[in-house]
């Protein structure tokens, strides 16, 4: 049984920095493309950041790229994405998610349909 559990997320102030995991259990982790998305109230989910099996390949969204920073420990089956430079736009729930496509160790996605497995979230608030 596949298993995502994020954790990290909080209310924090504008130009904060906060690091959100993910632990993953019940798969191969090192061969998963896992990938970051968010969801704001009223809003369709988004992509935030995705990093490839080898952890060399990674793609961000325009929105967070320069402040944000995916990366992974294939040795503890973590993902983690360190958020710096929070804006009162960065709040939403966070999902981390695992592609099971096998296309290599170099790729990565960005759309949600790829990714078969997803977390159940963790909510990061900024204030102004």
């Known amino acids: 049984q596949v298993q995502l559990v994020e954790s990290g997320g909080g209310l924090v102030q504008a130009g904060d920095s906060l690091r959100l995991s993910c632990a993953a259990s019940?798969?191969?982790?090192?061969?998963?493309?896992m990938g970051w998305f968010r969801q704001a109230p009223g809003k369709e989910r988004e992509f935030v950041a995705a990093?490839?099996?080898?952890?060399?390949?990674?793609g961000y969204a325009v929105s967070v790229k320069g402040r944000f920073s995916i990366s992974r420990d294939n040795a503890k089956n973590t993902v983690y994405l360190q958020m710096s430079s929070l804006k009162p736009e960065d709040t939403a729930d966070y999902y981390c998610?695992?592609?099971?496509?096998?296309?290599?160790?170099?790729?990565?996605?960005?759309?949600?349909?790829?990714?078969?497995?997803w977390g159940q979230g963790t909510q990061v608030t900024v204030s102004s």
């Open positions: 019940g798969l191969t982790f090192s061969t998963y493309v």
């Open positions: 990093i490839s099996w080898s952890g060399t390949h990674i």
């Open positions: 998610a695992a592609d099971a496509s096998n296309r290599g160790p170099d790729y990565y996605s960005s759309m949600s349909r790829s990714y078969t497995y």
